[in-house]
């Protein structure tokens, strides 16, 4: 039991809000809007309002007579005592790995060490001349190093620290041998960390957390909604990664016997709202039309600027975006798979709650993102879960059986992104479900030789039709149709492009799948509900997540990153939802007839 | 009534649901070339067609595409029905204003509530995407609608349907219109919240609803 006292607070607050405010952790993907039904809570003690509209509907009869409410729709009105019903966090899978291309490792920090000259009563000037006598070119126009000069004047040798021709520290004997960098994904799922050695030009360990911002909402809109509406709303979701990152970066540091006080660059590759709230960027222009960023460009700082665990010179870089909805995690992963370059036409896909899709018509570049809704990351699916332990991965229908594969090989409590495509794919193949996304009636199937031995399978619940596929888990008609809008919105994005592009699908040599939810999404179920035409088949290949890698390689080489910071520019950006054909293109792609 | 026109009713009817184009143009040359009264035509036939595939959208039977389909087939069977239509009987529809609120531009939503309000006997006056507040409200009071449907499908947008609200009672005309609110984040706890008068989970219902709202606020005048 988690029971927990909520005090009363004087404004009308929620009490998803309290609890939030007490940094009590509880899932809100729809963001306090009342419309997931996954924020449940059990009010214990105390006095609170009737259950609204949508609690009914969410709620069963029983967990309404239990106590069992949905938080955000809850306004107490005292001191209440709750169960908070959350499932203990689970271990949810993190991608950190991915493919690397060959570079060439030349990273833009670098050290070097000289032998000082001591002062002395004939040659009494200051620390500062004799510094620069001895290290050529140098301006001392930086307060942390004109700080650290009388402890380097201790020793024998001084190591300069320098950003390319630029010295940006000091520190006192040869430290050479410690050179270190981090190199990080911010999505708005999950965080990754890398600790890079700089020397050696290795990447030494990842660390992978849920991205702490998740509980103020799971999708970017929903944390815009939040920083607007909250007073203290951007510095609030700042402080929470920034608090995350240093964490990650302590644990990878003592894990490898490694001062953080030796990292002197961390590069950031993230969507552009992750990378405003990084900087702590107000990000509601992200939030509506004209859909403009703040900022896409490159940027360049100290670290100490926002409270980075590292070296008080370390530099800070966050890679180029495009636009609003193609951020330097999609640059990042166009750059790793040097789209650019190759004379081929090359579609690059990034699956997620928005569905960021590059296409090049060898080697020129346009892109476009499609709001798919997060159906394919098992939210807004009555029984959907994120991918973690007990939810179902796989879905196999034969003999007259439906078999799961579950995470952990546990019992199963609900059904992830890839369970759910491939749930789907599967029931369409067999003929559960038909073309227009409708789960056929117990009644048609009775007399249908192949069918007849799912009718089990088969139910209805207030004139509602699901697929049963274990014990209080199910497949609703609802849940199909959430996966249609998601699967329409991402194949009517591809066509757009390459109607745009005036190139044909069969003329596409490859298919690149990136990310985080792309990675676990099988080739057979996105053919099967017809996320990427059948044409394409042989075609598909997976990056892993090219965000980080992308990261990785700006932190290693300098090319890497003029490369990224030109791609940032070339690549077109397109906006479908004003796009005058879209509407029709986009009910065409809903259908599941191929 | 004729069998026979009671026949071409009940025909044009099922070709909508049916999503047959073809037939249904057939069906509505053979009703005007009988000279039957044309907007009966419209609203026991095609509007009736539609309404049923409305609800067959509401029952989960039919899903986005199909009620779009739907809709062209009775859009193209106006086009034969509408130029024999007498001014008289259209003078007297409701109107109603619908739009995407400011800073969203997916109007998908928006077009199907548009499409289900005409079938349910409105005149739609369509502000498109990414329209300010006052624009409902000008347009409003300028055609004399009695509804206005705000849409919206980004979180980030929905607090435009307030405003609109608030904009009403500042030029005191709240009370002579029904305010509908519907979209991907709305919830009826919203509507409530922000004193809409009705919010619907699917278009076919959201018209509906603004029907007997309007006739409610009709009564009460």
């Known amino acids: 039991m988690n029971h927990y006292l909520c005090v009363y607070e004087e404004n009308e607050k929620s009490l998803l809000e309290l609890l939030q405010e007490d940094?009590?952790?509880?899932?809100?993907p729809c963001g306090g809007n009342g419309t997931c039904g996954k924020c449940k809570v059990k009010i214990i003690e105390g006095i609170v309002n009737k259950p609204l509209v949508e609690e009914i509907n969410h709620l069963s009869k029983e967990e309404l007579d239990s106590g069992i409410r949905l938080a955000c729709l809850v306004y107490p009105k005292g001191d209440i005592t709750v169960d908070v019903l959350y499932k203990k966090e689970r271990n949810q899978r993190v991608l950190a790995e991915g493919y690397i291309p060959?570079?060439?490792?030349?990273p833009v920090i670098s050290k070097r060490v000289y032998t000082l000259k001591k002062p002395t009563l004939e040659?009494?000037?200051s620390y500062e001349t004799l510094f620069s006598r001895t290290v050529k070119n140098l301006k001392i126009n930086n307060l942390e190093i004109l700080k650290q000069l009388h402890k380097v004047f201790e020793e024998e040798k001084v190591t300069v620290i320098y950003d390319q021709d630029e010295i940006i520290g000091i520190e006192p004997e040869?430290?050479?041998?410690?050179?270190?960098g981090i190199a990080v994904d911010i999505g708005t799922t999950t965080i990754v960390v890398s600790l890079v050695d700089l020397k050696k030009g290795?990447?030494?360990?990842?660390?992978?957390?849920?991205?702490?911002?998740t509980k103020y909402g799971l999708d970017v809109l929903s944390r815009i909604d939040f920083v607007r509406k909250k007073e203290n709303g951007v510095d609030l979701l700042h402080k929470a990664m920034i608090d995350c990152l240093n964490t990650l970066i302590e644990k990878l540091c003592n894990k490898n016997h490694v001062s953080s006080k030796k990292i002197y660059e961390m590069t950031i590759a993230a969507n552009s709202t992750m990378m405003h709230l990084f900087l702590g960027i107000d990000t509601a222009s992200i939030g509506k039309s004209p859909y403009v960023p703040v900022f896409a460009s490159e940027q360049n700082f100290s670290a100490s600027l926002l409270g980075i665990n590292s070296s008080p010179f370390a530099k800070i870089y966050c890679l180029s975006g495009?636009?609003?909805?193609?951020?330097?995690?999609?640059?990042?992963?166009?750059?790793?798979?040097?789209?650019?370059?190759r004379h081929k036409n090359i579609l690059f896909i990034d699956i997620g709650t928005n569905g960021e899709i590059v296409l090049s018509k060898k080697g020129e570049l346009s892109s476009c993102s499609c709001a798919a809704g997060p159906a394919l990351e098992g939210m807004n699916i009555s029984c959907g879960m994120r991918a973690a332990q007990g939810a179902i991965e796989g879905v196999e229908i034969k003999n007259d059986n439906i078999h799961l594969k579950v995470i952990e090989d546990t019992s199963a409590i609900g059904i992830c992104g890839s369970g759910i495509l491939e749930a789907i794919s599967e029931m369409l193949r067999v003929g559960l479900v038909n073309k227009a996304g409708r789960i056929k009636s117990k009644e048609s199937i009775i007399d249908d030789e192949n069918l007849k031995g799912y009718k089990n399978y088969l139910t209805e619940v207030d004139g509602k039709r699901r697929v049963l596929l274990g014990?209080?888990?199910?497949v609703t008609q609802g849940d199909i149709r959430q996966v249609q809008l998601a699967k329409g919105a991402i194949l009517s994005g591809f066509y757009s492009l390459l109607n745009f592009m005036n190139i044909d699908m069969k003329?596409?040599?490859?298919?690149?799948?990136?990310?985080?939810?792309?990675?676990?999404?099988?080739?057979?179920?996105?053919?099967g509900v017809g996320i990427i035409p059948d044409v394409l088949k042989e075609k598909v290949r997976y990056i892993g997540n090219s965000s980080k890698t992308g990261a990785l390689m700006c932190l290693l080489s300098h090319e890497s990153r003029k490369k990224m910071e030109k791609l940032s520019k070339q690549i077109h950006y397109f906006e479908l939802s004003t796009d005058e054909n879209y509407e029709k293109l986009f009910t065409k792609c809903l259908s599941f007839k191929k | 009534m004729t069998i026979l026109q009671k026949e071409l009713l009940h025909e044009l009817s099922n070709s909508v649901v049916e999503m047959d184009d073809e037939r249904t143009t057939e069906l509505a040359e053979q009703y005007v070339e009988n000279k039957f009264d044309v907007y009966e035509g419209i609203a026991n036939g095609l509007a009736h067609g539609m309404d049923r595939a409305g609800k067959l959208y509401e029952e989960e039977e039919y899903y986005i595409p199909e009620l779009l389909m739907c809709s062209d087939v009775m859009y193209a069977g106006l086009d034969v029905l509408k130029p024999h239509l007498d001014y008289a009987s259209t003078a007297n529809k409701h109107k109603a204003v619908v739009g995407v609120v400011e800073g969203d531009t997916h109007d998908i939503g928006k077009n199907l509530f548009k499409i289900m309000l005409e079938t349910t006997g409105f005149e739609v006056i369509d502000l498109g995407r990414d329209v300010p507040p006052i624009d409902f409200v000008n347009k409003a009071k300028e055609v004399g609608a009695s509804v206005i449907g705000l849409s919206t499908l980004m979180t980030t947008t929905m607090d435009n349907m307030a405003v609109v609200i608030e904009l009403l009672k500042k030029e005191n005309i709240r009370d002579d219109v029904v305010v509908l609110v519907g979209g991907g984040p709305i919830s009826q706890s919203y509507a409530d919240k922000i004193g809409a008068d009705g919010y619907a989970p699917e278009a076919s219902a959201a018209a509906r609803l603004a029907k007997e709202l309007v006739k409610e606020l009709k009564k009460s005048a």
Do not use: R
């Not at chain 1, 940094?23 to 809100?28: M, T």
């Not at chain 1, 014990?471 to 199910?474: A, C, D, F, L, V």
């Open chain 1, 102 to 106: 060959e570079f060439e490792v030349n």
């Open chain 1, 123 to 125: 040659n009494n000037v």
């Open chain 1, 471 to 474: 014990e209080n888990i199910w």
């Open chain 1, 23 to 28: 940094e009590v952790k509880l899932e809100s």
């Open chain 1, 507 to 527: 003329d596409l040599d490859e298919v690149i799948i990136a990310g985080q939810f792309g990675k676990h999404l099988k080739v057979d179920s996105l053919i």
């Open chain 1, 202 to 213: 290795v990447e030494i360990q990842s660390e992978t957390a849920i991205n702490p911002q």
């Open chain 1, 174 to 180: 040869d430290t050479t041998e410690s050179l270190y």
């Open chain 1, 322 to 341: 495009v636009s609003s909805y193609i951020g330097a995690d999609i640059v990042a992963g166009v750059g790793v798979c040097d789209l650019d370059k």
